[in-house]
């Protein structure tokens, strides 16, 4: 035991090691790309020729998801301005109105399934001969459970780790036979995780993809990887141009904190380390409102915002101006879930 604090200098030390520009990933994440679906979740197939049009005028170089986010995580380099594009659900329209555009472009991109729609032909959802023609097309095909689950709400017949094993495990199976998919990337339905769940993940071999904002770095959570929802009300290009050129905080993974409301504002205390950005220019928002932020130490501040968080499901988002690039922000954001809310 008397070599622990000399293991925490070290570890701390490693950590405060500023990080190389490059090994940073955009990811953006579409489900219908259509004019007639409904809106919170589409986005029409002419703004989304406007941000394939936008990310090759900003000089992005788009990436294959699983690739580019397992060379991030382990320190590898990847060109600048790197990012990739996500779907979930696999919606058909992705096959006839982002298809086009993605194939002419030559860009690889990542289709998050819940198998059981397609194993039931859904009419709005691609056929396994679909999505096996997008893997020819370059896309790949990932795991968003059988049943587009609440994972963190268990059945009454059940217990928590025979669904996770059910909704989960069952669907990588079914990737597997229909489509020899193996990657174990994984997606969660509404965005919505627990430590728990992450946990579960990682002793499962997976790496997991949120909702919650934000570019991912070397330190990003494996299992809780950020993504930027790029429909809807996030459809906007010119908020787009931003996160698109967005740094990622760095933040340890053990800092991570659960996403489950106990205490209602929550309290986010966060060990922010790098030399880029000065503490007291990070802003962080809730709902759309400033949150309070007390600055604990020189890397540590304590978030909460003054209201409640009344939906299932809220975020705390936070930035700060990057001092040697102008115009670029590091970015975080931290997702809540209150389960005994219905879905909205
Ligand atoms: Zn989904």
Redesign the pocket.
Known sequence: MKHLPALIAVFTAALSLTLPAHASLVVLQY?HVDDSTPAV?SISPDIFKQHMELLESEGMTVLDLYEATRKVLSGEPIPERAVAITF??AYRSIYTQALPQLKQRGWPFTV?V?TAAVDQKFPDIMSWDELRELQKAGGRLAN?TVS?AHLLDTPADTDQESYWQQEILSAEQRLEEEAGVTDRLF?Y??GEYSLALADWLKNEGFLAFGQQSGPTGQLSHPQILPRFPASGAYADTGSLITKLHSLPFSIAPREVADPVLRNNPPELALEITGDDFSVKQIRCYSGGELTDITEISASRIRIQAQTPILMRRGRYNCTAPSLSQPGRFYWYSQLWVDPSQPEP
Request: aromatic share 18%; proline share 9%.
């Open positions: 489900h979740t979930d659900d998050f819940s968003h587009h997606a339905p509404y």
